[in-house]
């Protein structure tokens, strides 16, 4: 799953503040569009006032948010530029328009900018709650880590501090502790914010679903979507549910509704992904053809699918070459624990085994437990020569218990009917 979506309950929780009660709201609307509509009243009872602005641009990331919808980002950057005339300095404007370079996945000149305001401010918690989203998915978890502590030491037991930490427990390997802090925050939040107690459940099946607790993740998911009926982060998690349970049929249904609700290409890849897995082969090529077309007109974007095009390319197609070439361009500018894996990957698919060892063993060097990384990192050290790496990679990947443990099984009972083993 992609990884903006503490910073985005962070800034939600910034917006309550301003929410009138929910009840003279039409029921129809979510948070966000209440939102929405209250700050477009606000503008036009009051367009010389900058605030006006900064409540729609942060109501509009949220609705990005709520609808996996990038178009959102780009509104709220007009609505931002139009504070900024009014107010040139606004501390908080620009604490927004770091929320939206984080969104478009603009993330070195996100942790830029939010450095010059935790220089320019070095108390507010919100900033260290920036700093950490930015350092985290470039892959500077120390970094990341010390800003996220901050948060803490600054206002103990903060919702936004909480999904921070939550997800760096998760990247370094502690999946029971960012379960049990997601839950902190959970039985925290307003029963008002639905978008937000939907989100935070289905991270929660995320991480159930992550360790093998299959039927857990199943009833998380579904109340998910009981509170927020549509959520397109769940949906897609309950299709991964879906495809573990191996009711394919099931799963092609949840992938084609989150596409059809978001058009984001990686859900594309995912649809052609349980396709394939269902029988319909033909469906299933034609879904992908057309995944690899939308892929590469996005992937010089830094809002992209490049790490599913690389899997792609190097498992689907056999085009190694082809794998490689986007995975070093991802790679040249993040270095998170995730596409160091695809790098890693792309290496193998074309030989380069040694190289590829080096970057999946920094990757897991984090701390991070995945099935499908422990996988790749056993058939990575086969290849370089290391059985018995292999065979410690692969029951790691197997104990874990997810859909790419299947694989990890095949490969040790190939591992263990070799000569000599």
């Known amino acids: 799953m992609k990884r903006l979506l503490a910073l985005m309950l962070m800034m939600a929780a910034t917006l309550a503040g301003a929410q009138s009660n929910p009840t003279t709201s039409a029921p129809e609307l979510s948070p966000a569009e209440r939102n929405m509509a209250e700050s477009q009243s606000l503008i036009r009872d009051k367009p010389a006032q900058y605030s006006g602005y900064n409540l729609l641009a942060t109501a509009l990331v949220r609705r990005a948010r709520e609808t996996s919808d990038a178009r959102y980002y780009a509104q709220a950057n007009d609505d931002v530029k139009k504070s900024l005339q009014l107010a040139p300095n606004s501390f908080d404007t620009k604490k927004i328009q770091v929320s939206i370079l984080l969104g478009e996945h603009e993330f070195p000149a996100a942790l830029d900018l939010a450095k010059a305001l935790n220089k320019q401010v070095p108390d507010d918690v919100m900033v260290y709650g920036l700093l950490t989203e930015a350092n985290a998915e470039l892959g500077?978890?120390?970094?990341?880590?010390?800003?996220?502590?901050?948060?803490?030491?600054?206002?103990?037991?903060?919702?936004?501090?909480?999904?921070?930490?939550?997800?760096?427990?998760?990247?370094?390997?502690?999946?029971?502790?960012?379960?049990?802090?997601?839950?902190?925050?959970?039985?925290?939040?307003?029963?008002?914010e639905d978008e937000e107690r939907a989100w935070l459940l289905t991270q929660m099946g995320h991480l159930r679903l992550a360790t093998g607790n299959t039927d857990t993740a199943e009833k998380l998911l579904e109340q998910a979507l009981a509170i927020f009926p549509n959520y397109p982060f769940a949906t897609g998690a309950l299709g991964e549910v879906r495809m573990q349970q191996t009711r394919y049929e099931e799963a092609v249904v949840l992938f084609r509704q989150c596409y059809q609700d978001t058009s984001r290409t990686e859900n594309l890849y995912d649809l052609a992904r349980a396709l394939r897995l269902a029988g319909h082969e033909g469906e299933a090529k034609k879904a992908f053809v057309e995944f690899e077309?939308?892929?590469l007109l996005e992937s010089s974007h830094k809002d992209n699918a490049n790490r599913e095009l690389i899997f792609y390319y190097a498992d689907c197609v056999k085009q190694p070459a082809k794998a490689l070439q986007v995975a070093e361009q991802e790679y040249s500018w993040r270095k998170d624990v995730y596409t160091l894996d695809a790098y890693a990957w792309a290496l193998h698919a074309n030989g380069r085994d040694l190289e590829a060892r080096k970057q999946i063993e920094t990757a897991l060097a984090v701390g991070v437990r995945d099935a499908k990384l422990l996988l790749h990192a056993g058939e990575i050290a086969l290849a370089a020569g290391d059985p018995d790496a292999a065979q410690h990679y692969l029951k790691q990947s197997l104990e874990l218990n997810t859909l790419d443990s299947g694989q990890a099984r095949l490969a040790l009972a190939s591992l263990a009917s070799t000569p000599g083993r």
């Open 140 to 192: 500077n978890y120390k970094d990341a880590e010390t800003a996220a502590q901050w948060m803490l030491n600054l206002r103990p037991g903060n919702l936004p501090a909480l999904t921070h930490a939550a997800h760096l427990r998760e990247l370094f390997g502690d999946m029971d502790g960012s379960y049990d802090l997601l839950q902190m925050a959970y039985e925290s939040t307003p029963p008002t």
């Open 293 to 295: 077309t939308k892929a």
